[in-house]
T-cell receptor, first 116, second 112 residues
Framework: EPEVTQTPSHQVTQMGQEVILRCVPI?????FYWYRQILGQKVEFLVS????????KSEIFDDQFSVERPDGSNFTLKIRSTKLEDSAMYFC??????????????FGNGTRLTVT | EDQVTQSPEALRLQEGESSSLNCSYT??????LFWYRQDPGKGPEFLFT?????EEKEKERLKATLTKKESFLHITAPKPEDSATYLC?????????????WGAGTKLIIKP
């Protein structure tokens, strides 16, 4: 069964450094998302991406964050200058269609980002 | 403000002991309610979508139901492999087309 893959599984970085989290969505999916989950807290929406542009973003997704689909398969999340509070599990997700109601999201297994 | 609340936070059951998990929501116009399962260290795995009050969906030992204010995930004769965190998420109407609003989850532990 096709799956969403994320790399690395764990990233440790120092405060102020830039990180890039990578995702390969399911190949025939058109809608891509980043979510994050701080340990013990709710899953939080960051951004959605369709047709090579951001469709929607949350308040969390400030100027420190950016997303890119550099080629036909990868989808990346960049954090320019990491803060301690960026430590979380970051999930990439994709879906194959958008209607009035969300189609089911397929999630990767996440990248655990630890900022020291 | 749109909100999703799940209860209980954690639930311990003996194998075979049926029970229900609750997801209550207050949103401006429900478009869809989603149930996901999350295993430790993994991403959420889709289980069900419910669109309107009165709707029910089943998969193996799980059955999801929806009213105008809440959804229940009923688990019948659970097995240890059903142990996981069950997440509820809601897509609200209004201007937001892509965001899902998530509950905090119910951690289900099934003891053999």
């Amino acid at each position: 069964e096709p799956e969403v893959t994320q790399t690395p599984s764990h990233q440790v970085t120092q405060m102020g450094q830039e990180v890039i989290l990578r995702c390969v969505p399911i190949s025939n999916h058109l809608y891509f998302y980043w979510y994050r989950q701080i340990l013990g807290q709710k899953v939080e929406f960051l951004v959605s991406f369709y047709n090579n542009e951001i469709s929607e973003k949350s308040e969390i997704f400030d100027d420190q964050f950016s997303v890119e689909r550099p080629d036909g398969s990868n989808f990346t999340l960049k954090i320019r200058s990491t803060k301690l509070e960026d430590s979380a599990m970051y999930f990439c997700a994709s879906s194959d269609r958008r209607g009035v109601v969300h189609s089911p999201l397929h999630f990767g297994n996440g990248t655990r980002l630890t900022v020291t | 403000e749109d909100q999703v609340t799940q209860s209980p936070e954690a639930l311990r059951l003996q194998e075979g002991e049926s029970s229900s998990l609750n997801c209550s929501y207050t949103v401006s116009g429900l478009r869809g309610l989603f149930w996901y399962r999350q295993d430790p260290g993994k991403g959420p795995e889709f289980l069900f979508t419910l669109y309107s009050a009165g709707e029910e969906k089943e998969k193996e030992r799980l059955k999801a139901t929806l009213t105008k204010k809440e959804s229940f995930l009923h688990i019948t004769a659970p097995k240890p492999e059903d142990s996981a965190t069950y997440l509820c998420a809601v897509q609200a109407g209004g201007d937001s087309n892509y965001q899902l609003i998530w509950g905090a989850g119910t951690k289900l532990i099934i003891k053999p």
